[in-house]
Every structure is written in C-alpha cells, then in structure tokens.
Antibody, heavy 119, light 110 residues
C-alpha cells in the first residue's frame, strides 16, 4: 500500500525549532519529488516547500524561506522538514505529499502532524 | 505569493450540478495547464480529484470535471451526492517555481 506517515509534531515555544519526518512506503521513494503543505486550524491549504528526487533542488514559500529547510534520506525513504525561528502563525497541520511522477499534482497525502507554536 | 480566489461556499440539491471557480493571474492559472483540484472532508487529508486542468485520476468519479479559461479554472460536480459535501481547493504551479492553493470552497448538499 502506498503510504506517507508524518511524525514529529508537537508544542513548541515561539523562536523554537522542530523537525518533522515523513516515512514513505509502498513506492519507489527516490523517483519522486516531494512537498510539504500546511493548514492552520480552520483555514485553507498553503504550499510550504518542495524537494526534487535526489535532494539537490529545493524551493520554499516566502513565508518560510530562511527559517525552514526541506531534506530527504532516500536510503531511509524519509522526507524531513527542519523548522526554526518558529512563529505563532506557523501553527498548523503539516502534510507531506507526493508529486505525481506522470503529471503535475499532489497525488498521495499523509495524514498530517500538528505543530502548535505557543508560549 | 498570494492565494487563488475561490467562492467561500457553493450549495446545491442532490442531482444538481455545481461549479466552483478558481481565479488567479497570468503567473499561475493563466500561465500553465498545471491546475489541480482537491477534496477535503473534515479532519481528513486532501484527495486529488482533477489534475492538469481537466484530467481525472483513476478511481475518481466522472461526475467531477475541470476546465480553464484565461486566468480562471473551474471544477464542476454533476449529479451532486451527499458524499460530495466537503471543502474543495484548487492549486496551480507558478512562474516562481512554487505552488499556490486557492482559498477553498465549502460545498453543501441541501
């Protein structure tokens, strides 16, 4: 079964750091570009970041550029999001999602992990 | 990076057709045929419904269809069913090599 499972969310103080993980299974992870998308409570989806298949190319939303770092370990089939200098407005459910190999869209989504930034 | 504009809510009776619009700019929706649509039920992860403007992934009902004209994309749900009640989001690739989502539309089946 094709699956993405996020972990690492939790409560963190403003200015703190957190690393999210996304374990992939059921498909050839190294072949796919991957993304992080977030959703604040009661709000819409927001694209956060993307990484290419071998990890050499990344892009970020302006709102997280310089604070978040996306990476991957293809040997471990795992995607990461290192978050630092966290702000209240970073509070959200963070989803990892797969970029379809055959077309431009997010075809597989994890269940999400909640990050709460609060003092 | 701004968001794409969608109506906050759309409603219809069972069996009717509804259309959700998604308005962007020439830097996103109008510039590429890389518009996709996602369905999200409360507390669940989004699900891909339409990719590249008008294509349905395997397993998605043919009651869902997509189109685009200029800077506006549209999702049409025909033969509305109770299970279609959910939030719907459009998304587009942009000239900045990033992605942008729409503001989201709550679909209510009356």
């Amino acid at each position: 079964e094709v699956q993405l499972v996020e972990s690492g969310g939790g409560l963190v103080q403003p200015g703190g750091s957190l690393r999210l993980s996304c374990a992939a299974s059921g498909f050839t992870f190294i072949s796919y570009w991957m993304h992080w998308v977030r959703q604040a409570p009661g709000k819409g989806l927001v694209w956060v970041s993307r990484i290419n298949s071998d990890g050499t190319g990344t892009s970020y939303a302006d709102s997280v550029k310089g604070r978040f770092t996306i990476s991957r370990d293809n040997a471990e089939n795992t995607l990461y999001l290192q978050m630092s200098s966290l702000r209240d407005e970073d509070t959200a459910v963070y989803y990892c999602t797969r970029d379809s190999y055959y077309y431009d869209a997010f075809d597989i989504w994890g269940q999400g992990t909640m990050v709460t930034v609060s003092s | 990076q701004s968001t794409l504009t969608q109506p906050a809510s759309v409603s219809g009776s069972p069996g009717q057709s509804i259309t959700i619009s998604c308005t962007g700019t020439s830097s996103d929706v109008g510039g590429y045929n890389y518009v996709s649509w996602y369905q999200q039920h409360p507390g669940k992860a989004p699900k891909l419904m339409i990719y590249e403007v008008s294509n349905r992934p395997s397993g998605v009902s043919n009651r869902f269809s997509g189109s685009k004209s200029g800077n506006t994309a549209s999702l049409t749900i025909s033969g509305l069913q109770a299970e279609d009640e959910a939030d719907y989001y459009c998304s587009s690739y942009t000239t900045s090599s990033t992605y942008v989502f729409g503001t989201g539309t709550k679909v209510t089946v009356l």
